[in-house]
């Protein structure tokens, strides 16, 4: 069973920056799609970003320039970079691992089926 653990999280002030990891075991890293999803109170899950086993990354427009998605060199661990943080970036975050994924990476969160914890990111003004 693929296991996700996702660490990094905690508070700062706005314009901080925090970086998030996701470890990833029990799964073979090729034909992958890894994404990164927050939900904020009262808010609906957003997929901020992804990443394929190619390093070629996509992001949501509200993050854009701000937040950089990686993976170390054996793909067994996953980083998303934020930076400039926001109030408005305020959320648990996720991630999540599609397997056997024919392409690109994708944000939607219906086509993920393993998913860490959470970790949790509070941005004070």
């Known amino acids: 069973q693929v296991q996700l653990v996702e660490s990094g999280g905690g508070s700062v002030q706005a314009g901080g920056s925090l970086r998030l990891s996701c470890a990833a075991s029990?799964?073979?890293?090729?034909?992958?799609?890894m994404a990164w999803f927050r939900q904020g109170p009262g808010k609906e899950r957003e997929g901020v970003a992804c990443?394929?086993?190619?390093?070629?990354?996509n992001y949501a427009d509200s993050v854009k320039g701000r937040f950089t998605a990686s993976n170390g060199n054996a793909k067994e661990i996953f980083y998303l970079q934020m930076d400039t943080l926001k109030p408005e970036d305020t959320a648990m975050y996720f991630c999540?691992?599609?397997?056997?994924?024919?392409?690109?990476?994708?944000?939607?969160?219906?086509?993920?089926?393993?998913w860490g914890q959470g970790t949790q990111v509070t941005v004070s003004s």
């Open positions: 999540a691992l599609a397997l056997n994924w024919p392409g690109t990476c994708s944000r939607a969160g219906d086509v993920y089926e393993y």
């Open positions: 029990r799964y073979t890293p090729r034909a992958f799609s």
């Open positions: 990443i394929d086993e190619y390093g070629a990354t």
